[in-house]
């Protein structure tokens, strides 16, 4: 439609309008009220169909619906958002008051002992702050707090020193935590939103945020501090570690075997637990690698906790 019969339309609308408007007047002198009614209706119809603006183009504005965007996570608020969060973050950081302990260290005893316990909270979350990630940075503060207590036990135990206990303490913080969580939660999330996301056709698109899935990580990593940190190193005497070597293997790789599965399977429910994913089994599979590779370590007589302590330069 042109601009010139766009406004020619519009106005014999109005003129309608006005004209029954007329009409009305004459209609109620006669004595007919519903007449009167029904073409002062008709009048504000024109009135209404008269208001409408022609765009540039001079058609009429589309009343089809706009397609969504497909990727609800490139929109500009999210990255504005995703700003304002990680400031709020880091301000909770520097200031200890800030921090809920209470309710990390009740984290801490549902991911040990009841880890589905831990996501239930995750819907209250995102109802009340908007998000999926923590925006309390008490729980990380918590596990860095267990990674030093362990590396001091762990240079007390083989008398490290203060510069092998710096560099036991670094290399937990910075390569086993940080720089490990850094990978797996990009690739996390990376996947998840590329292949396990579902599609709907109507209302906003949900995506996982990449702090969520460094949040899973974070979870996951802790029982598997615990067990190689902690219990690993109260079980593992001198008497096992001077055994023959079928034995000791078989404890030692037991223990990392648990390690390994209990971090696979928090990291699941943590995906598991997100309402737009499908197909989050797929994080159990490693479980079967695990395994396989744990008889593989047995067979060849490969005892992996020493294979590590060589590589930490603990000697017992």
């Not at 500009?76 to 809920?100: C, E, S, V, W």
């Not at 309402?275 to 067979?299: D, H, Q």
Request: hydrophobic share 45%.
């Amino acid at each position: 439609m042109s601009s010139s019969s766009a406004h020619f339309g519009l106005s014999i609308g109005s003129g309608v309008g006005s004209s029954l408007l007329a009409g009305s007047s004459v209609g109620s002198t006669g004595g007919g009220s519903s007449s009167g009614q029904a073409a002062t209706a008709f009048a504000g119809l024109g009135a209404q169909v008269s208001s409408f603006q022609t765009n540039a183009s001079g058609r009429l504005p589309s009343l089809q619906p706009q397609p969504q965007q497909q990727h609800g996570y490139h929109h500009p608020h999210h990255y504005a958002g995703a700003a304002t969060r990680r400031h709020k973050f880091i301000r909770r950081l520097l200031n200890f008051r800030q921090m809920d302990f209470q309710f990390a260290l009740s984290q801490v005893a549902d991911l040990c002992f009841r880890p589905k316990e831990a996501y239930r909270n995750i819907y209250y979350h995102r109802q009340t702050k908007n998000q999926w990630a923590r925006d309390d940075p008490a729980f990380m503060v918590v596990l860095i707090t267990v990674i030093l207590i362990s590396a001091i036990c762990f240079s007390l135990r083989f008398s490290l020193g203060v510069g092998g206990f710096f560099k036991f303490f670094l290399w937990s913080v910075f390569v086993d935590f940080l720089g490990t969580g850094l990978v797996i939660a990009t690739c996390c999330w990376a996947f998840t939103n590329r292949f396990m996301r579902t599609h709907t056709l109507h209302g906003v698109e949900q995506s996982v945020e990449w702090a969520y899935a460094f949040d899973v990580h974070c979870n996951a990593f802790l029982p598997l501090l615990l067990i190689l940190h902690v219990l690993q190193l109260v079980l593992l005497t001198p008497f096992i570690m001077n055994t023959p070597d079928f034995f000791s293997a078989l404890v030692c790789n037991t223990l990392w075997l648990v390690a390994l599965t209990y971090y696979t399977y928090i990291t699941y429910l943590g995906y598991a637990a997100l309402p737009f994913l499908e197909r989050t089994v797929y994080f159990l599979y490693p479980v079967a690698l695990s395994f396989i590779s744990y008889i593989i370590s047995l067979l060849i007589g490969w005892n992996i906790t020493r294979s590590v302590f060589r590589f930490y330069e603990l000697e017992f």
